[in-house]
């Protein structure tokens, strides 16, 4: 190895980088800038094929049940700075359940660690989704995250938080968070929630569900009263409005 550097000509090297250092400095500029060029080049690129649903006049997005997708795909988006994500809803008949746990299932297969907290108290939906025992015995008094049949995908129960009546929604997640790659917090109910203010105030960003301007209006301030960033303003389409504009859709492709 010494034999190879003695080879070397450094004092030829350092010649010809003081008599064209110049050169060399324009050539390092411009290579800086096309890499700027090329970085924002590929951001606008990613920005344009992000996914979403069809915008109202007011600014409500509107997708169907089917539509995880558009939400995943944002999830993964701001997922680069950001790794837990609200789910509220203005009432049960405003957030099915089949969205957070879709779109939880679809970030777990994509071999991201998630864990899926439920806060729907008075159904325990979560659990029976996934078909997690709920009967209280003696192996399930600490509260705990439980497995599912999908691989990567954790859930929290909301028995979990019926059994033990003082936890803390924030600190629950602020510890998961470092555990898991994406935390998810299922809350249909958050407008008429007593404890709405903090468990709107436990994620880094936010989808609200509503049916009404009113409802909207109401979540949107809820939530711009803390840290959390609203990244999702929707609303689901009726099973008949999603049918026809499915229809529609396959008659064009015709």
Known sequence: MSKFLDKIPID???TILKNNWEIIAICAGAFIVLLIVVIVIVKVIKKRGHLKGEIDKEGIE????????????????????NNSFLFAGAGLDCLPITI???????????????????????????????????????EHLKPRPRKTAVENLMIWPAHN?????????????????????YVLINAPYLESSPDR????????????FTKTDKQAQRLEELIED???ELIGNMRIKKKEKQKAGT????????
């Open 12 to 14: 030829r090297i350092v």
């Open 62 to 81: 509107w997708i169907g049940e089917d539509d995880c997708e558009i939400i995943t795909d944002r999830i993964d988006r701001y997922g680069e700075k």
């Open 100 to 138: 957070p746990v879709n779109v939880a299932i679809e970030l777990a297969e994509n071999d991201n660690r998630c864990l899926l907290i439920d806060l729907d108290l008075r159904r325990d939906a979560v659990a029976k989704a996934f078909e997690i025992d709920t009967e209280l015995n003696i």
């Open 161 to 181: 938080f019926t059994r033990t009546m003082h936890m803390n929604v924030k600190l629950l997640v602020q510890a998961a968070t470092e555990s898991y790659d």
């Open 197 to 208: 203010v903090q468990i709107a105030a436990a994620s880094d960003c936010s989808f609200i």
């Open 226 to 228: 803390t840290d959390s």
């Open 247 to 254: 229809e529609t859709q396959a008659e064009e492709k015709e």
